[in-house]
């Protein structure tokens, strides 16, 4: 079977650009830079309030120096609002819901995770640049969706 060159070429760089696209998942996987930001780990959505982490969400330090960073999403807010963490320190969020399916983006970042009741979404993640950031429900969840937002305030760490 006669194929042009041309008609080749293209086969072989869209085979070769799939290829790059499964190493760039395998890599980025691999090296945990990108992973699904849920893992499963459940929580009663209806006693959040006697729950003793989400029962008094915001921001922790722990022994080992981890900053954890305990929220719970709410219509049509979240808990703590604003959120202080230090820069250029690896800051784990840890986030429920207390009602319906939310969302949490921190705009300008690739920090975006799901708020399940009953479930607890986890992502790590180091903020470099200091300064103030917008975090938006991105899961539609009601009349005040578009009003759910919050503040993260990334502050320079003194020495
Ligand atoms: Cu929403």
Same mark, same amino acid.
């Given at each position: 079977?006669?194929?042009? $060159?041309? +008609? ?31 893992? $499963? ?90 300064? +103030? ?5 991105? +899961? ?16 320079? +760490?003194?020495?």
């Amino acid at each position: 079977m006669h194929v042009e $060159l041309y +008609e080749r070429i293209w086969m072989w760089a869209a085979g070769a650009l799939v290829l790059a696209f499964l190493v760039t998942i395998g890599i980025t996987a691999g090296m945990q830079a990108m992973s699904p930001p849920s893992h $499963l780990e459940t929580v009663d959505p209806a006693a959040l309030d006697s729950h003793p982490e989400f029962g008094s969400p915001g921001v922790a330090q722990r022994p080992d120096g981890r900053v954890v960073v305990t929220v719970v999403a709410s219509t049509f807010f979240f808990t703590p609002d604003p959120i202080e963490v230090p820069a250029r320190r690896p800051v784990t969020f840890r986030i429920t819901s207390s009602d319906v399916i939310h969302g949490f983006q921190i705009v300008g970042t690739n920090a975006n995770a799901m708020a399940i009741p009953g479930y607890v979404s986890q992502f790590t993640i180091t903020f470099d640049r200091p300064g +103030e950031y917008l975090i938006t429900c991105n +899961e539609y969840c009601g009349i005040a969706h578009h009003m759910m937002v919050g503040t993260l305030v990334v502050r320079e +760490e003194r020495p």
